[in-house]
Every structure is written in C-alpha cells, then in structure tokens.
C-alpha cells in the first residue's frame, strides 16, 4: 500500500482488503442514526468493517453494520474500554453526547479520530468553535455573547438588540434554539437553550440575530487527491428552510452570484482547513445581501445534505466514506437539481409503521428513505423524501408531497420507554 502523505492518522490508499477475514480497515461509528447509517452503507460498499456504537438498541446504523455495540458515550471509561476492544482504524463521532476530552487522549495515544479529537471537541462546543472561526480562520459571523445565568441572559439581550437567538453550547438540528423577539420570552428561551441541548449546561450562547435572504450548508471536504496530497473540494451550496428551528426541508444547487459564491467557499475552506484533518464537513452560513455570515459547522455530514442523496453522484456519506479511508477523489461534480424533506413523527409511539407510499412514490424521480427508527415522538426524523425534477421548484414540490403522504398514513404502537433523545 504506497503512502504519499498522512493526516490525522488516515493513509493514503489504494488497496483495501476484506472484511471480517482479511485486513479491511475497521470504522467505529459513535452515534448510529440515520446519518451513521449512510456511512456505515457507503464504507461497506469500499469493503470496511462497520462497528456500529449508540446508546439506544437497534438504532439505524446498528441494522446494517457488521457488528454493533450498546454503550453509554459519554462514560470516558466504558468508551475507552469498547475502543480497545475492537481496536478500529478509525472512529467516526456522528453525535454530540461522546466524552470528547477522552477522544482527544485516544487520539494522543495513536486512535485516529475523524476528522481530528480537537476538532471534534471544536465543533461540538457553539463557544469555541465560533471563537476558531472567527479570532484564527477570521471570518465574518454575528456577534454573539456567552452567559451562565439568567440575569447574564437579560443583559446580554440588551446589549445585542431584539430580536436575539438563543441556543445551547452543545447541540444539533436546532434542538436547544429560540428566536426571542419579546424581552419576556428571555426567561423560557434561556431554559429551553440551558435545559434542552443535547447535555444539560447553564452557559448558553446568545446571539445577534441576522435577517438573512437564505441560509445556506456549504458541504467542504477535506481529502486525498490522486498524487496524495490533501486538498479542499467545496460541494454546491445547498439552501435550506427552517419553519421552526429544525431541519425540514433543502436543495441543491442554490444559485448565487459570482462573488457571493466565491465568499461562501472562502468561508467554508477558512473554518474547515483550520480545523484540519479529512471528511466531510457541513458549514452553515447565511447570506445577507451581498455579506456572507459563518453560523456554524459540523465534522461530518449534514442533515441538510440528505438531498445530495439525489443530486450529487456522490452523496455527502459517499465522499465522507472515501476520504475517512484514504482514499482519492477529483471533484466538485456536477449537481441536478434535486430536494429532500423530512418524514416526522407526530406523537409518542413504538415500532412506526409507514403508509402512502404508493401515492408518496407516484413521481417520477422520488425516492424513500425510512431510517428504521424503532421509536417515535412529536417532530422526531423517521425518514427523508428526495426526489429530482426540471426545477429546484419541482424537486421541492415533490419531496414535499411524497413525505406528507407518508406523515399522514404512520402509524403507531404504544409507547413501551421514555422517548430517546435523537434527532
């Protein structure tokens, strides 16, 4: 296996063996939903053996992985344990609730972490990572405050002006996130940002907000290129919509001038190489006028890019695959227009059963993604419709009706647990 280069662990290839009975590199995916699952499928199709980690039983990656574990993420000690055990080549954090500070010692000892542990820790903390952002990749974002109490909240709304949003330090898909624009909100959105991200911690961001025209996933991978080297591919932009504060629905290619497309990959290649390591990252960003504004990043793939379930050759779970393992990639390809959106459950439930989808999958072009979640709760993501058409228009029209079909016929069993806590 010639080697041209090396970072953060990762190898340059161009050989792989088998799993199970040869020498095929291990990937352990911490955090088994919906977005470890395309990996784990995508990392198979090279010929990885996938060991599927979660704390929940039969989450969506553990259905298709070779082997799968139950384990308590956050526990330093019994993460470490599992990792020894099943000695991967490589592991894959695809949530925020892991004990990062021992990935970081992992790492130190010789585990490789995608794309690094300090970046990992980075982007899982809304504070550093805005501060990397901004102070070292010095780009442009909205100003921001941190505060650890209530009174601090009231301030700091005060100083950045109503409206203002209010999120949690470690969180995703916009759990933990209020818009406030009425000072007598302030109370409940510091609860809901304190109480319900996805650990629970009194400091919470509070944020400037931007009255955007569009907001944007700009998909950046970091990867080998066919000499070796390690370069930077920016994907499409992807433009998204938000009714509340959780992903619903994007699309790809969202049009933009010239030079505000040049910005949004400026923006996202600054944060990312500062980051460092290979894999793909999600970078969200807004665009005002003609001012782009990073929000924020994640070290892997994005929700919003499911759509590229469609519009992209290779998906975003493709590339990620591809770069974790070492291996090349020339890009960016061509996108067709193309759209996703959600399929969300409405109540508590067991065990989702999906109906309409004779009429959901009536268009041509339209795809089904049913994640395999073994339970259910309000605006829980139990499944993605993607479909392409003529038009972003068109693509849009389609998803949108195909996932409500299927929204209108699930059904439930009863509730046998407390909900889980994934998106």
């Known amino acids: 296996m010639p080697s041209h280069g090396r970072v953060a662990g990762v190898a340059f290839r161009d050989r792989l063996g088998s799993p199970l009975v040869g020498d095929a590199p291990k990937v352990m995916l911490l955090g088994s939903g919906e977005i470890g699952r395309e990996i784990a499928i995508e990392a198979m199709r090279l010929g990885a053996e996938v060991v599927a980690v979660d704390r929940y039983d039969k989450a969506p990656a553990m259905q298709v992985a070779h082997r799968a574990h139950v384990v308590a993420m956050t526990d330093p000690a019994a993460l470490r344990a599992l ?251 061509p996108t067709t227009p193309a759209a996703a959106h959600v399929i969300l459950g409405s109540a508590p439930g067991w065990a989702p059963s999906f109906g309409g989808l004779s009429s959901a999958l009536a268009d041509s072009g339209v795809r089904i993604y049913l994640f395999g979640k073994p339970e259910a709760y309000a605006d829980r993501r139990l499944g993605v419709a993607v479909a392409r058409g003529q038009t972003i228009a068109e693509a849009r029209a389609f998803a949108e009706r195909a996932g409500h079909h299927i929204e209108r016929e699930l059904t439930l069993q009863a509730p046998r647990a407390a909900p889980a806590d994934h998106p």
């Not at 970078?283 to 519009?311: A, I, K, M, N, Q």
């Open 83 to 333: 990792v020894e055990r099943e000695a991967p080549d490589v592991l894959v954090p695809e949530i925020e609730q892991i004990a990062t500070p021992e990935l970081v010692r992992l790492e130190a000892e010789g585990w490789t972490v995608i794309p690094r542990a300090d970046a990992t820790r980075a982007t899982m903390d809304r504070e550093r990572i805005r501060r990397l952002a901004t102070e070292q990749a010095h780009v442009k974002a909205s100003a921001f405050r941190m505060v650890d109490n209530l009174e601090e909240a009231r301030q700091a709304v005060q100083d950045l002006g109503l409206p203002a949003v209010f999120k949690s330090v470690m969180s995703s898909s916009g759990h933990g996130m209020t818009v406030v624009r009425d000072a007598a909100a302030v109370e409940a959105a510091y609860r809901e940002a304190s109480e319900h991200g996805r650990v629970r911690n009194p400091r919470v961001m509070i944020e400037e907000f931007i009255p955007f025209d569009h907001e944007v996933t700009m998909l950046t991978l970091r990867h080998y290129d066919p000499n070796g080297q390690v370069v930077t591919t920016v994907m499409d932009p992807i433009g998204h919509v938000r009714p509340g504060t959780l992903y619903h629905e994007s699309w790809q290619p969202e049009g933009f001038p010239p030079d505000v497309l040049r910005s949004l990959q400026a923006t996202s290649t600054a944060v990312t190489d500062q980051l460092g390591g290979v894999g793909i990252f999600g970078v969200e960003c807004f665009v005002r006028g003609g001012t782009v504004y990073f929000s924020e990043v994640s070290p892997r793939p994005h929700d919003t890019g499911l759509v590229t379930l469609g519009s992209q050759w290779n998906s975003e779970f493709a590339l990620h695959a591809r770069a974790i393992l070492g291996l090349p990639y020339v890009g960016p390809e």
